[in-house]
């Protein structure tokens, strides 16, 4: 059978014993996991959730507004939505502050952790609030009548 060389990850030399990492523009640099850098990207995608809950409660505030107080939910639905919308801007404040505190500092942990547990107590409400405003429905009034 013919000495072959593979690669896959980097150069493969069966004699060397071990793999040698190819230098490429998507490598990691081996150290420790910048916590402020990740803390950010997850504030950021968490922030785009609540901006995407939003906008879904501000259509469903404007369905039940144009079907009217005749609707046999208005009122509850109302008062759910904007309780939904209240807390989901307090949520984005409080990723607002913890984005701006160095998680390296370890005096801010114990704030940082505060702000955290609210922030994710809020967000448990908001998912209960939205189920009981889907289970309500809200449906667009018929504009063919």
């Known amino acids: ?34 916590m402020n850098h990740y803390a950010n990207k997850k504030s950021a995608a968490e922030s785009m959730l609540d901006v995407a809950l939003l906008m879904a409660n501000a259509s469903q505030l404007k369905a039940v507004l144009e079907q009217g107080p005749e609707f046999t939910f208005y009122a509850p639905l109302i008062a759910l939505i904007s309780i939904s919308i209240i807390l989901q801007v307090i949520v984005g404040i409080l990723l607002i502050f913890i984005v701006k505190w160095n998680l390296n500092d370890e005096s801010k942990h114990f704030k940082l952790n505060v702000l955290e547990n609210i922030a994710t107590g809020l967000v448990f409400i908001i998912v209960v609030i939205n189920v009981f405003i889907t289970a309500f429905g809200v449906q667009r009034p018929n504009r063919s009548a």
Do not use: I
């Not at 990850?9 to 081996?30: F, I, M, Q, V, Y």
């Open 1 to 34: 059978m013919a000495t072959e060389s593979v690669e896959m990850n980097g150069d493969a030399d069966r004699n060397s014993g071990g793999e040698t990492p190819l230098a490429g523009r998507w490598r990691r640099h081996p150290g420790p996991l910048n």
